[in-house]
């Protein structure tokens, strides 16, 4: 959603409002094409703040949202007419009448956090439940529905009801009722609120009531509030303020009655420290009060609905408003963006351009703009350009303008007017300019849709003939020191120096055709460029080109423009959001220090009013005075302060585990497990409760008892181990911002029972058994034959040699177990080395393997899984030793095997894996391998060995599946 155009200048829209206010508001307004963007220095207008909604289509169980409350945990939490929905940024969990809850109705009017850190939830036919991590705990219903719940200092809890009155439950479950008889202006209550003095004040259908530390009650307003009050708070002062039907009251330090804000039914309030007061109206939307500054939003601004309930600042501090229509938050994000609705002469952007000063020049389909220091200024090109749309733009002599056109040809704007305008008539290649480049001469160099016009002491000439060009269609231009000029079109790159021009061969490059920018980098003396194939790099010095493209990481193809900003981070415009990677990364792939690089990718959850960049255009981004980067969108030109971003990372959220399921039963993850023996399959959901960027928190896991280090899971939020030892373990999760701090780990602990036979005493036993059996038989038959003895001893020979082969295979497949591989492998690793032969060890994976258990059953799984062990077993050579190491993994040792040799065994097993017969199990299912191979040599160990073997699996799976990679010794991997 784009940020928010703010309704607080109009006198007809804040009349109701001005009207009630009894303090002095300077509003000044511009009626001509200035546009201030913000209110005064003391706050951020809210114009600035970005803002988003969720609604049932979202997974809220109802569009009214009657409370918010977050939970120390991090859970924000949503009261609604059917139920409480628990949020953790991406999902809501929907907790309504049922045996979990205990709740007598589904619908809830109140949520309040008690100092332990429970929550309180209250509603419908009086139903109170305390909920404590993830247990529920029911109270008696009062029968009545309760508008409003609070613990106060004293830990007892407040009621206020629709008909009922007041209740006071005290900590032994004992109650007190207050009600008319007594002195309340009305048993119809909706607020409550705890005074510094521990004093509760109770707004009521007919006035303000206030109960002292004795339990007396009172009417200290009533001859001025015999009215409904609905919100009752305290500003920074400690003053009160009183939301009624009819407006705002507050008291001051003479315990006077100060009317704010007449004829505005006021629902909810929200005081700040800063002084800031949000009120929540019945039907008029939200209104923030600062000193002397008012603003408001309603449904023209974007709010679900003027009906608004609930106010609540979490702990990252967004503001979250429950409307009629939804939930509605408001917050600061890392993008600005400035559109029509703020005075842009049209959302359609196509070129942006810093002054180097105080201002940043917008060009768009309808005209040009100049942003100072967030005052929007148009400029009126209409007497020279029949449309207005301007494609591209550059900075002239003594503060002057060159502007490009789409249909009129190129304007040069000074101090204040168009002093030239060049047209095709005039000897301009084209009217479409979208690229000019003044020059160190005074000359200026203009790119068209149909070539290159050289423009000089105003002459304008061709210096190059379109013919010579890949494509007359130039998008970008860019001159060096030494004088070369890089032309940038629709069919490549060409170099135009001392009156020659010769093209760039972009062939090697992915067949990168388009180029759409070009960013000089001194220091690296590399110019880069965005093309249709990614980002490329032009060594100034030696000539030599390089691309960081999709096989090193990069998301899309098509990248616009480049900025390098102070802290050494590229910004690249794109139709898909604004990347941002680290310059110094970019230089390492290219100079083959590093395989991928990584980004970030920004867009309309970071304040972007549109993700979709704009391109073609020059420059279609830019680095201004301050710091900030500017990009032309499809919806407005959007800024970015990259030196803000580390405030957003800067607050770690806080992670959670949701749920383990262990075999398909479901467990709560706050409980120490004890799960039976044969455990097969364990699944862990977490979640970082992180509300400004969720899509961007990052989670590391670690499983003690079974794992030494951390793994890094990128952004999945759940993880599976399957078929795990007995014994005892403790899962960890950790979650962080990009570029931020890992949050305190969660955890949780199970313990896996072995069966009878796994039992240590119960192997004694046997053991002790067999030791008894064996020596009664021994004596039993000393008496007989010498040949019945030798016979016997033979039997128990081969007995305990049965035992041993039990011990060393894979009861699933009846290959080697990881026991018996281990000794075999040290067994060739020692021999290997002692006779200088080769040795390779090859790991290989059944691709796609979870979807054979996921779509058909783990009995189907198995029975791949011995398919497959058949069909490897058979094919293998005599010298080769095949074990199954775990899963759906297996590895082969291939000794005194050269690495070629081994590629050729690796891929027969390959292909007779996938051309077996699966048919039997499933028909039409197909089986394949994916397979890393490494060679043994001086460098490596059996440690080593199997690491880069692994590393070679994991490129494999990477590139592709169903293939094998080498994983030679130098660490490079290669396809076969």
């Known amino acids: 959603m784009p940020l928010l155009t703010v309704c607080r200048c109009s006198a007809y829209n804040l009349l109701w409002l001005l009207r009630g206010l009894l303090v002095t508001l300077a509003v000044a307004t511009h009626a001509v094409a200035t546009t201030a963007v913000g209110t005064d220095n003391d706050m951020v207008g809210l114009d600035n703040y970005f803002s988003e909604s969720w609604s049932t289509v979202d997974g809220l169980p109802h569009n009214t949202v009657n409370a918010i409350a977050q939970t120390p945990d991090g859970y924000l939490w949503f009261a609604t007419w059917e139920g409480v929905a628990r949020f953790n940024g991406r999902r809501f969990d929907i907790f309504d009448r049922s045996a979990q809850t205990g709740l007598p109705d589904s619908g809830i009017r109140t949520l309040n956090v008690a100092a332990n850190g429970d929550l309180l939830a209250a509603g419908a036919r009086g139903g109170i439940a305390r909920v404590s991590g993830h247990q529920w705990q029911s109270y008696p219903p009062l029968g009545v529905l309760i508008n409003k719940a609070l613990v106060d200092s004293q830990q007892r809890l407040w009621l206020a009801t629709e008909g009922g009155g007041v209740v006071l439950q005290l900590p032994d479950g004992s109650r007190r009722q207050f009600t008319e008889d007594n002195g309340l202006p009305a048993n119809a209550a909706h607020s409550l609120f705890e005074d510094d003095l521990g004093q509760i004040w109770v707004g009521t259908m007919a006035g303000l009531a206030l109960i002292d530390n004795s339990l007396a009650l009172s009417q200290p307003f009533k001859d001025q509030l015999s009215l409904p009050v609905f919100a009752v708070a305290a500003n920074s002062q400690q003053q009160l303020l009183i939301g009624t039907e009819r407006g705002l009251y507050q008291l001051n330090e003479q315990q006077q009655l100060i009317l704010l804000l007449a004829d505005v039914p006021v629902a909810t309030l929200l005081p700040e420290a800063s002084g800031e007061l949000w009120i929540g109206t019945v039907d008029r939307g939200l209104i923030r009060l600062f000193h002397t500054k008012l603003e408001q939003l309603s449904i023209e601004q974007g709010l679900p609905n003027n009906r608004v309930l609930a106010l609540f600042r979490d702990k990252e501090r967004s503001l979250w408003v429950g409307t009629n229509g939804g939930v509605f938050r408001l ?40 942003i100072c220091n967030g005052t929007i200024r148009n ?101 060096t020191g030494d004088g070369r000029v890089f032309i940038g079109s629709g069919a490549g790159v060409s170099i135009w120096h001392n009156n020659q021009i010769r093209q760039l061969d972009f062939s090697v490059l992915d067949q990168a055709e388009y180029a759409f920018g070009f960013m000089e980098d001194p220091e690296a003396g590399i110019l880069w460029m965005t093309t249709d194939r990614g980002l490329v790099a032009f060594d100034l010095t030696n000539e030599q080109l390089a691309l960081v493209g999709r096989n090193h990481g990069m998301p899309f193809d098509k990248l616009f423009q480049l900025v390098i900003d102070k802290q050494q981070h590229f910004w690249i415009s794109t139709n898909r959001g604004v990347l941002r990677l680290a310059r110094q990364q970019a230089l390492d792939v290219i100079y083959g220090l590093r395989d991928q690089i990584n980004y970030e990718l920004f867009g309309e959850s970071d304040g972007m009013a549109s993700a979709q960049a704009n391109g073609g255009s020059s420059p279609a981004a830019s680095l201004h005075s301050d710091g900030s980067v500017w990009v032309a969108t499809s919806v407005g030109a959007s800024k970015v302060q990259p030196a803000r971003l580390h405030s957003f990372s800067a607050v770690i959220p806080p992670v959670v585990l949701e749920k383990l399921i262990v075999d398909g039963k479901q467990f709560l993850p706050e409980q120490t497990i004890q799960l039976a023996a044969g455990t097969s399959r364990i699944e862990l959901e977490y979640a970082g409760l992180g509300f400004i960027m969720p899509q961007r928190i990052r989670y590391r896991t670690r499983l003690d008892g079974f794992e030494q280090d951390w793994a890094v899971r990128g952004n999945q939020t759940n993880v599976q181990y399957t078929n795990l030892a007995p014994g005892h373990y403790r899962f960890n999760v950790a979650a962080s911002y990009p570029d931020g701090g890992w949050s305190p780990a969660a955890t949780v602990s199970f313990s896996i029972a072995p069966y009878l ?131 759906e993994e297996f590895v082969i040792l291939l000794p005194d095997t050269p690495i070629a040799m081994a590629e050729e065994v690796c891929d027969r097993l390959r ?12 028909s039409g299912l197909t089986v394949t391998l994916s397979i890393g191979l490494a060679i043994l040599d001086d460098k490596n160990d059996g440690k080593q060995l199997l690491i880069d073997a692994d590393k070679a699996l994991y490129q494999a799976k990477k590139q592709g599946r169903n293939t094998v990679i080498t994983n030679d010794s130098d660490g490079h991997d290669t396809l076969q």
Request: charge should be negative.
């Open 911 to 922: 292909q007779q894996v996938a051309s077996a017969d699966y048919s039997d199990i499933v």
């Open 331 to 370: 917050r600061d994000a890392p993008f600005t963006t400035y559109t029509n609705e703020h005075g842009l002469a049209d959302n359609y952007v196509r070129t942006v351009l810093s002054d180097q000063a105080d201002c940043v020049y917008v060009g768009s389909s309808r005209g040009l703009d100049q």
């Open 757 to 887: 036979w796994q039992r240590p005493l119960f192997q004694l036993l046997v053991l002790l058994v067999l030791i008894v059996l064996v020596s009664s038989t021994v004596r039993w038959r000393l008496g007989s034959l010498k040949r019945s003895e030798l016979k016997l001893k033979l039997q128990v020979a081969e007995k305990t040699a049965e035992l041993a082969a039990l011990a060393r295979l894979d009861s699933l497949t009846g290959l080697a177990n990881r026991r018996a591989f281990d000794e075999a492998m040290q067994h060739e690793l020692n021999r290997a080395k002692r006779q200088h032969e080769p040795l390779c060890l090859a790991l290989l994976d059944i691709d796609h393997f979870k979807k054979v258990n996921d779509n058909w059953s783990h009995t189907v799984g198995d029975e791949v899984l011995k398919r497959v062990a058949a069909t490897l077993q058979t094919h293998c050579r005599d010298i080769d030793s095949l074990a199954r190491w775990g899963g």
């Open 379 to 479: 400029i009126d090109l209409s007497s020279h350009a029949n449309g207005q749309s301007v494609l591209s733009l550059a900075l002239g002599q003594q503060q002057s303008l060159w502007i490009g056109t789409y249909t009129d040809g190129l304007l040069h704007y000074a101090n204040g007017e168009v002093v030239a305008h060049y047209r095709s008539e005039d000897g301009l290649a084209a009217n479409e300019v979208r690229a000019i480049l003044p020059r160190p001469d005074g000359s200026v160099l203009v790119g068209t849709s149909q070539g290159l016009t050289l423009i000089q002491q105003g002459k304008l000439t061709t210096p190059v003939a379109a013919s010579s060009l890949p494509s007359p269609f130039i998008m970008t231009l860019h001159q």
